[in-house]
């Protein structure tokens, strides 16, 4: 079975918002920590922003501060990502991805450390 399944994705028009969900089957005891990353055609996989067993462990990529908003309800396994303020440049294919620690600490952005990934759901924003 998936343990990482993503869902919300979409297509809107620039400035326009969408909230991402990525319901986790792994570790629920709640010592994980999880990475929305994105990868847009012919480009790197990139971290977008991340979140800790703690709620205040929120890291955001420069690219996306101000506008993304990670956040996670452990009552239903879940760690969302809203995005507002879209732009055409968002558009990617979103994942998210997990480890085994409280927080993924300085090298949250970095996609070898983590052993589990989801399938992805695809972000359009048209101009």
């Known amino acids: 079975a998936q343990q990482l399944v993503e869902s919300g994705g979409g297509s809107v028009q620039a400035g326009g918002s969408l909230r991402l969900s990525c319901v986790a089957s792994i570790w629920v005891d709640g010592r994980r920590c999880i990475t929305w990353f994105r990868q847009a055609p012919g480009k790197e996989r990139e971290a977008v922003a991340t979140i800790g067993q703690a709620a205040d462990s929120t890291v955001y990529a420069d690219s996306v501060k101000g506008r993304f908003t990670i956040s996670q309800d452990n009552a239903k396994n879940t760690v969302y990502l809203q995005m507002n303020s879209l732009k055409p440049e968002d558009t990617a294919m979103y994942y998210c991805?997990?480890?085994?620690?409280?927080?993924?600490?300085?090298?949250?952005?970095?996609?070898?450390?983590?052993?589990?990934w989801g399938q992805g759901t695809q972000v359009t924003v048209s101009s």
């Open positions: 991805a997990a480890r085994n620690r409280p927080s993924c600490g300085t090298y949250w952005h970095a996609r070898i450390y983590y052993p589990v």
